[in-house]
C-alpha cells in the first residue's frame, strides 16, 4: 500500500523539549514512508539535540535562522513549499505563540505563514499541561483548524507520572498520514464511538468483566477526529487516556453505557459500537464483601444484558451502525449472521485465537463485511491502521447513503 506521505513535503518542528530525541524516530518513520522532511529546530531545541543528528537522518540541512543571507526568504519559500508541518515536541511556548500570532524566530513565522494543515503534539511538564491558560491557548489554536495529538499520561522526565509526555512517533506519524490524506472529510458529521469492556459488579470488590484493553476504539476515534468527525467516545474502565478533541464520557456497566448510546443516539450521524460489552450480569448484586465462609461453592445467577446495537439497529433512523464481533471459531459466518440480524450496514470481525490479534495487543487482523456482502481481508497491521481502513468503509458507506 502506498503511503499518502509518499513525495510529500512535510515540515518538522522541533522545540525545547526532553523528548526531541523521539524527534529523530519521527523523521525515520517519515522517511520510509517517502516523505521529504525539512527539519526546522528552535533555538532551545538545540540545547537536547545537536542539530547534525537530524540533518543526518533527513538528508537536508536543519533550518535553525529566521535571517541569513539567502536568495529567497527563508520562512515564506518553507511555508508555501509544505504540504504539513508538523510541531513534534511542541513546548507551551511555541503554543502560546501561535495561538497569540507571535512570529519572533523561524519556527513561528514558518507556522503562520503556511496555508498547509498544522498537526501538533504536545510535551511538556504536567502541571504546565494542565495550566488553564495553555489550555485556553490550545482551544484557540483548535477552533482555527489546527490538530492535535496527545499528550499521554506516562512517566515525565521529572520522574513523576502525569499527562504530558508525548504521543510515541508512531502514533504522530500514522496521525499526520491521515490528515494529509483525507482532512476534513466527515467535516460536519457527528460519530458515537464506543470503547473499552464493561464491568458487572458481583460486590464491592468483584466483578465480571473481559480483556478488552479499549485500543481499537480509541484508535476508532482518534483516526475520526483527524478526518474532521466531531467525536462522542463512550468508554468503559481503561487505562488510556482519551483524545482531547473528544466528548468523552466514562461508563462502568453495561447498563451505563446503553444509557449514555441511548441519550447521544439522536445527534449523531453513525455509531461504532467497539466496546466488548459484557453479555451477562449478576441476577443480584451484594452489598458488602461475600466471605469465604458462604462454602466450598458459591452459585452465581447471571441475567443477560441489553443488546445495545441489536438495539439501535431496530431504530436505525437513517444512521450508520458499525459492529465488532471478536470470535474464536466460524469467524466469518458468525459476523455475517450478526451484521444481518442487528441490522448493520457495516461489521469488523476477528479471530483472537490469531497471534498479533484480539485484546490487549496494538496490532490486529480482521475482515471487514458489508451489509451487501463485501468482504475485505486485513492482513496484522497496527489497530490505527485497522481504524484508518474501517473509515474508509464508512465514507463508501456515506458516498451509497447520500446519492
Request: hydrophobic share 40%; with cysteine; net charge positive.
Amino acid at each position: 500500500m502506498v503511503s499518502a506521505l509518499k513525495d510529500k513535503n512535510i515540515l518538522l518542528g522541533i522545540t525545547g523539549s526532553i523528548a526531541a530525541y523521539k524527534a529523530a524516530e519521527i523523521i525515520r518513520l517519515l522517511r520510509k514512508r517517502g516523505a521529504q522532511v525539512y527539519p526546522i529546530m528552535t533555538r532551545a531545541a538545540t540545547y537536547f539535540v545537536h542539530p547534525i543528528t537530524f540533518q543526518t537522518l533527513a538528508s537536508r540541512r536543519v533550518v535553525l535562522e529566521l535571517f541569513r543571507q539567502e536568495d529567497k526568504i527563508k520562512h515564506i519559500s518553507l511555508a508555501e513549499l509544505a504540504d504539513a508541518l508538523l510541531i513534534a515536541p511542541a513546548s507551551a511556548n511555541i503554543i502560546a505563540k501561535l495561538a497569540n500570532g507571535i512570529a519572533d524566530d523561524i519556527l513561528s513565522t514558518v507556522a503562520l505563514a503556511t496555508k498547509a494543515p498544522v498537526l501538533i503534539a504536545p510535551a511538556m511538564n504536567h502541571q504546565m499541561y494542565v495550566n488553564p491558560i495553555l489550555q485556553q491557548n490550545i482551544d484557540k489554536l483548535k477552533r482555527v483548524g489546527v490538530k492535535f495529538i496527545g499528550p499521554e499520561k506516562g512517566q515525565l522526565a521529572s520522574g513523576k507520572v502525569g499527562i504530558g509526555r508525548m504521543s510515541e512517533p508512531s502514533r504522530i506519524v500514522e496521525c499526520l498520514e491521515s490528515l494529509i490524506q483525507c482532512r476534513d472529510e466527515f467535516k460536519g458529521k457527528c460519530f458515537l464511538v464506543t470503547a473499552g469492556p464493561t464491568r458487572e459488579r458481583i460486590d464491592e470488590v468483584r466483578f465480571i468483566s473481559n480483556y478488552s484493553s479499549g485500543k481499537m476504539g480509541y484508535a476508532l476515534a482518534e483516526e475520526g477526529i483527524c478526518r474532521g468527525a466531531r467525536i462522542i467516545l463512550v468508554s468503559g474502565p481503561t487505562s488510556l487516556v482519551p483524545p482531547a478533541e473528544a466528548e468523552f464520557y466514562r461508563v462502568e456497566s453495561a447498563e451505563e453505557m446503553r444509557k449514555k448510546v441511548m441519550e447521544e443516539f439522536a445527534r449523531v450521524d453513525g455509531v461504532l459500537m467497539a466496546a466488548a460489552v459484557s453479555d451477562f450480569r449478576p441476577e443480584r448484586k451484594r452489598e458488602g464483601k461475600i466471605k469465604k465462609s458462604v462454602g466450598e461453592r458459591f452459585t452465581l445467577e447471571l441475567r443477560q444484558n441489553p443488546d445495545i446495537l441489536s438495539e439501535l439497529g431496530k431504530r436505525k433512523e437513517g444512521k450508520i451502525l458499525v459492529g465488532f464481533c471478536a470470535e474464536t471459531e466460524n469467524l466469518e459466518e458468525e459476523a455475517k449472521r450478526k451484521l444481518r440480524e442487528k441490522n448493520l450496514d457495516l461489521i469488523v470481525a476477528n479471530d483472537i485465537t490469531l497471534e498479533g490479534a484480539g485484546f490487549g495487543v496494538d496490532t490486529n487482523i480482521v475482515v471487514l463485511i458489508d451489509r451487501y456482502g463485501n468482504l475485505t481481508h486485513l492482513s496484522k497491521r497496527s489497530k490505527r491502521e485497522v481504524a484508518r481502513a474501517v473509515w474508509d468503509k464508512i465514507k463508501e458507506i456515506t458516498k451509497n447513503l447520500y446519492r
